[in-house]
C-alpha cells in the first residue's frame, strides 16, 4: 500500500491543521471580554500618557477598574511614608471625601506593608479584614483583590483593590494580571504628576531666588517688580490669555528688572539728575535682564521669558530699548509688561517726587499710545475696575480697601472713572463721592495726615 502523501487529506475525520490553537477554544464570550480589556488598558494609557490632572486621572482609571474587572467597588490609596498612613481621594461609593488610615490596618494596609497580591474570596474570614468602614457605610465587602502599586524605582507607592466581583465569583489569576497593569498604569500617573509639581514648584523658587536677591538690594524695585507684575496680570486676564500664558507672564514679569542687578550703585541710587552717561548706564538694565535670563535653561514653553521680561522698554515706534524693536517685532508680553510698568512708574511715590494726579495718569496712557505703547492694550486696561488697580496699588497698606468702597469701585471701570475726572461742568454728587474717595485711597500714603477736601 503506498504511504499516503504528506499534508494529504487522511479520511473522515480532519486532522487540525496546527495542532495547539485547537486545545484552547475561545468562546466568541471570552473574545468579547479580551477586547473590553484591551481596550481598557488602551483608555487608561491614553489618559496617563495625555494629562497631568491626576485627580481626573486616578478617578479614570478607577471607574476603567471597576468597569473591566467585573467588580462592584474599586479603590486607589496611596502611601504617605511621612505618617504611616493610606490616604484617598477616589473611592467609588464615599465621594469627594479624602480618607486616611495607618498603612497597618486592614487588606489594603496588609498589601501596603508587604507589598504582595491578596486575592480573598471572601474578607469576613480573613481576619486582617477590618470591618469597621463596612459597619459605616452598610456595605458588605465578599470578594476582594488587592495589588501594590510601585514605582519606577520599585519603592511601592500604593494600592488598588477591587471589591466583589459580580456574580458572587472569586476574582482569577487572569484578573491578578490585569489590576497589576492597571496598577502600574496608576503608578505611572502619579509619578508624572508629581515630577510635574515638582518642576512647577523648583521654577516657581528659582523666580523666588532671583526676585527676593534683586530685591534685597533695591526696596523700591521689589514693590515695584510686584506691583507691575500684578497690573500686567489683570491686563493680559482682560485680554483673554490663558492659565498657562497667565503663569508665563507672571515669572516674566517678576523678573523684568532684574537687570538692576549689573546697574552700579552710584548710578541706581543717586538722588537728582542723571546726566546722560548714567541715564545710559540706568537703561542697561534691560539688556542685563535679557543677558541674565538667557544664561538660565527654560523649558521649551517658557523659552520667551527672557526676551519678554527684556522688552518692557521697547516702544512700538521702534525708539525703545534694549533691542530697538518696533510693533509686532517686540513679543506680546512685553507690550503688556510696558503698560504696567509705566502705569507703576508714573502712580507711585518716590522720596524725591509725588505720585501723578491720576486724571494725568489716564491721559499719559492715552498720549503713550501714540508709538509708544500698544493703544488696544490701553483700552483693555482702562476696562479693568477701579477696585482690581486700587486693591494693587494697596497691596502693602495696612489697612486694606473694603466695605463700601470697595463695592463702589468693583463697579465702575478706570474708563468710568477718567470721564468725571476730566468733567469742567459740574459732576453730579454720584460722581463726586466717586473721585472722593478714590483720591482718598490714591493719595493716602503720601503723607499720614491727608484729608480729602
Ligand atoms: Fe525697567
Redesign the pocket.
Known amino acids: 500500500m503506498p504511504e499516503p502523501e504528506k499534508n494529504a487529506p487522511t479520511g473522515p475525520d480532519p486532522a487540525p491543521a496546527r495542532g495547539e490553537e485547537v486545545s484552547e477554544e475561545v468562546t466568541p464570550e471570552e473574545q468579547l471580554r479580551e477586547l473590553i480589556r484591551l481596550r481598557a488598558m488602551c483608555d487608561v494609557s491614553r489618559a496617563v500618557a495625555g494629562t497631568l490632572d491626576l485627580d481626573r486621572l486616578l478617578n479614570l482609571v478607577v471607574a476603567k477598574t471597576t468597569e473591566v474587572m467585573e467588580a462592584d467597588r474599586s479603590s486607589l490609596f496611596l502611601i504617605d511614608w511621612d505618617t504611616e498612613e493610606l490616604w484617598s481621594k477616589v473611592a467609588q461609593g464615599v465621594r469627594y471625601m479624602e480618607i486616611r488610615f495607618p498603612m497597618d490596618l486592614g487588606l489594603a494596609g496588609a498589601v501596603a506593608t508587604s507589598g504582595e497580591v491578596l486575592n480573598i474570596p471572601d474578607a469576613y474570614e480573613d481576619e486582617r479584614f477590618n470591618r469597621e468602614v463596612d459597619k459605616r457605610t452598610g456595605y458588605r465587602t465578599r470578594s476582594v483583590l488587592a495589588v501594590p502599586m510601585n514605582d519606577k524605582a520599585g519603592e511601592r507607592i500604593g494600592v488598588m483593590q477591587v471589591l466583589n466581583k459580580r456574580g458572587d465569583e472569586e476574582f482569577t489569576s487572569e484578573d491578578e494580571e490585569l489590576l497589576k497593569s492597571l496598577a502600574g498604569q496608576a503608578a505611572i500617573a502619579v509619578e508624572n504628576a508629581q515630577l510635574y509639581e515638582e518642576q512647577k514648584k523648583s521654577f516657581i523658587s528659582f523666580v523666588e531666588t532671583l526676585t527676593t536677591a534683586m530685591d534685597a538690594r533695591d526696596p523700591i524695585t521689589a514693590g515695584h517688580s510686584k506691583r507691575v507684575t500684578d497690573y500686567s496680570v489683570a491686563l493680559a486676564e482682560e485680554l483673554g490669555y490663558s492659565e498657562k500664558q497667565l503663569e508665563i507672564l507672571n515669572a516674566a514679569a517678576l523678573m523684568?528688572?532684574i537687570g538692576k542687578i549689573g546697574v552700579p550703585e552710584v548710578v541706581l541710587f543717586k538722588d537728582g539728575k542723571l546726566d546722560d552717561e548714567e541715564y545710559k548706564i540706568i537703561q542697561s538694565?534691560?539688556r542685563h535682564t535679557l543677558n541674565i535670563l538667557e544664561k538660565i535653561n527654560f523649558d521649551r514653553e517658557k523659552r520667551e521669558i527672557p526676551k519678554m521680561a527684556a522688552c518692557?522698554?521697547e516702544r512700538l515706534d521702534g525708539e525703545g530699548y534694549p533691542l530697538g524693536l518696533a510693533g509686532d517685532e517686540i513679543p506680546e508680553a512685553g507690550r503688556v509688561l510696558a503698560i504696567g510698568?509705566i502705569f507703576d512708574a508714573i502712580t507711585s511715590q518716590r522720596h524725591y517726587r509725588d505720585r501723578m494726579e491720576f486724571e494725568r495718569v489716564l491721559r499719559v496712557l492715552d498720549e503713550e499710545s501714540k508709538g509708544h505703547i500698544e493703544p488696544e492694550f490701553v483700552r483693555a486696561f482702562k476696562n479693568l475696575t477701579v477696585s482690581r488697580v486700587v486693591l494693587i496699588m494697596e497691596q502693602d497698606n495696612v489697612e486694606p480697601v473694603e466695605g463700601e468702597d470697595l463695592e463702589l469701585f468693583e463697579n465702575i471701570t478706570l474708563l468710568e472713572l477718567q470721564e468725571p475726572l476730566e468733567q469742567e461742568e459740574p459732576l453730579t454728587d454720584e460722581e463726586d463721592h466717586l473721585i472722593e474717595r478714590f483720591n482718598y485711597y490714591y493719595h493716602r500714603s503720601i503723607s499720614d495726615g491727608w484729608v480729602p477736601d
Request: proline share 0%; charged share 30%.
Open positions: 523684568h528688572d538694565h534691560a518692557h522698554h510698568d
